[in-house]
């Protein structure tokens, strides 16, 4: 299995300004992912983080509004810029251990962002 | 596109009951589908996991099904408990990339 911690667990922010969020796993992972579920809907991959280079983003995501920092295999950060209140999200890190045999992804807890 | 569908929104049983929810995805082409139960503040914990060739996946009261070629898995839920009150989420992996493509979940909450 894996730990995957994140901070802050929640955050109250103003909108115009940026937040960023780090994810913490307990073991090396070579992918990470970040996740955004915004109120009453279902989970939608934001981007793939990678050891090394660039994040690989989803169609309607861009690097200006969500840059992302994988500088180890342990650890990663996303910013969420310039914030409006359609960024009030929960937004979640992941990692998948397929290479150790391990099929599933594991979810940090999620960072709860209220934009007011 | 894939999109994943599941049905019931929200669901309210007395405890004991056993209980079925339901997730469809419209493109068959998929790696594997989970099912994974989300609390607040505590994240995802995958459940159960179907790969593409199997038909169904068993943990203790729960079992999934997988149909792929109609589009549909169940999740079914024997003796429900008040403990099994969260929201319920079905993914689908595709059949050439990690991504996981979520349904917007079941809301249970088991009654005492």
């Known amino acids: 299995s894996a730990v995957i911690s994140q901070k802050p667990s929640r955050d109250i922010c103003q909108r115009g300004t940026s937040l960023t969020i780090q994810c913490q796993v307990d073991?090396?992972?070579?992918?990470m992912f970040w996740y955004r579920q915004q109120p009453g809907q279902s989970l939608t991959l934001i981007a793939t983080a990678n050891q090394g280079s660039e994040a690989t983003y989803e169609s309607g995501f861009v690097i200006d509004k969500f840059p992302i920092s994988r500088p180890n295999l342990t650890f990663s950060t996303l910013t969420v810029s310039n914030m409006s209140p359609e960024d009030s999200s929960i937004y979640l890190c992941s990692v998948d251990k397929r290479g150790e045999g391990r099929e599933t992804q594991y979810f940090g807890p999620g960072t709860r962002l209220l934009v007011l | 596109k894939q999109e994943v569908t599941q049905i019931p929104a929200a669901l309210s049983v007395p405890e004991g009951e056993n209980l079925v929810l339901n997730c469809s995805f419209t493109?068959?082409?998929?790696?594997?589908l989970q099912w994974f139960r989300q609390d607040p503040g505590k994240g995802l914990t995958s459940l159960l996991l179907i790969q593409s060739s199997q038909r169904e996946q068993t943990s203790g009261r729960l079992n999934a099904s997988l149909d792929k070629s109609s589009g549909r898995s169940t999740l079914y839920i024997a003796a429900s408990q008040p403990g099994d009150s969260a929201t319920y989420l079905c993914?689908?992996?595709?059949?050439?990339?990690?991504?996981?493509?979520f349904g917007s979940g079941t809301r249970l909450l088991v009654r005492p």
């Open positions: 993914a689908v992996e595709g059949d050439s990339s990690y991504k996981l493509i």
């Open positions: 493109d068959s082409a998929i790696y594997n």
């Open positions: 073991s090396q992972v070579t992918m």
